[in-house]
């Protein structure tokens, strides 16, 4: 199997915490892709980042890949109660089809 | 700009009855894919599409699953007997086009629940 794994597989943090994601994956990759899903819904699209980078930022999101040990961690700052849900990373390989891991739950208490 | 379309948001049905997912995605996107995900796991690829042809459909278990997109814009996914391991929720996605950047938009889901 293709499929990326997420850890830790929960995550229970107070608000203004970060919350660190990490994936790992098995073969080459074009690129990796961060998901969220709120219970009940469909995933968002978070946050992409190639191959060929090593680190990308998009409001309080921050990711980094390291392609020679296969991983990539998400880091949440200044958490909140609404960042709770699951996230998901997804691994791009020559076929674009992303394909995804088990994702991690994250609760974000109050 | 409207998103994925999906429905029925929820169905339930008793197994070896027969059951129908459609999808609608965004407009002008290309690519379109059926993901499986159960309860507690990641999405699972079913079968992509681009335009009205099929480009992967490896993990659609055949003898009971199957999947159209006529006229490469809707789409539907019918299970036909529906087993009770086939309870999940079935996500629609749509993509520009494939190799663009593989990110997917995802539709709202339909939960199927098998009794």
């Known amino acids: 199997s293709q499929q990326g794994e997420e850890d830790p597989q929960a995550l229970s943090i107070q608000e203004g915490e970060n919350a660190t994601m990490n994936c790992s994956y098995k073969?080459?990759?074009?690129?990796l892709q961060w998901y969220r899903q709120n219970s009940g819904r469909g995933l968002v699209h978070l946050i992409l980042?190639?191959?060929?980078?090593r680190e990308k930022h998009s409001g309080r999101l921050r990711v980094t890949l390291d392609t020679s040990k296969k991983s990539s961690s998400l880091l949440i700052t200044a958490s909140r109660a609404a960042d709770t849900a699951s996230y998901f990373c997804?691994?791009?390989?020559?076929?674009?089809?992303?394909?995804f891991g088990r994702g991690t739950s994250l609760i974000v208490h109050p | 700009e409207a998103g994925v379309a999906q429905s029925p948001r929820y169905k339930i049905i008793e197994k070896r009855q027969s059951v129908a997912f459609w999808c609608n995605p965004i407009?002008?996107?290309?690519?379109l894919y059926w993901y499986q995900q159960i309860l507690g796991q990641g999405p699972k690829l079913l079968i992509q599409?681009?335009?009205?042809?099929?480009?992967?459909d490896s993990q659609l278990p055949k003898d009971r699953f199957s999947a159209e997109r006529l006229k490469g814009v809707d789409s539907t996914l019918k299970i036909q007997p529906a087993k009770l391991e086939d309870s999940a929720v079935y996500l629609c996605?749509?993509?520009?086009?494939?190799?663009?950047?593989?990110?997917?938009?995802f539709g709202e889901g339909s939960r199927l629940t098998v009794l």
């Open positions: 996605a749509s993509s520009f086009k494939t190799g663009f950047t593989g990110e997917l938009f």
């Open positions: 073969t080459s990759i074009n690129n």
């Open positions: 980042i190639r191959s060929n980078e």
């Open positions: 997804a691994n791009v390989r020559g076929s674009y089809i992303p394909t």
């Open positions: 407009s002008g996107h290309a690519t």
């Open positions: 599409f681009q335009n009205n042809g099929v480009v992967d």
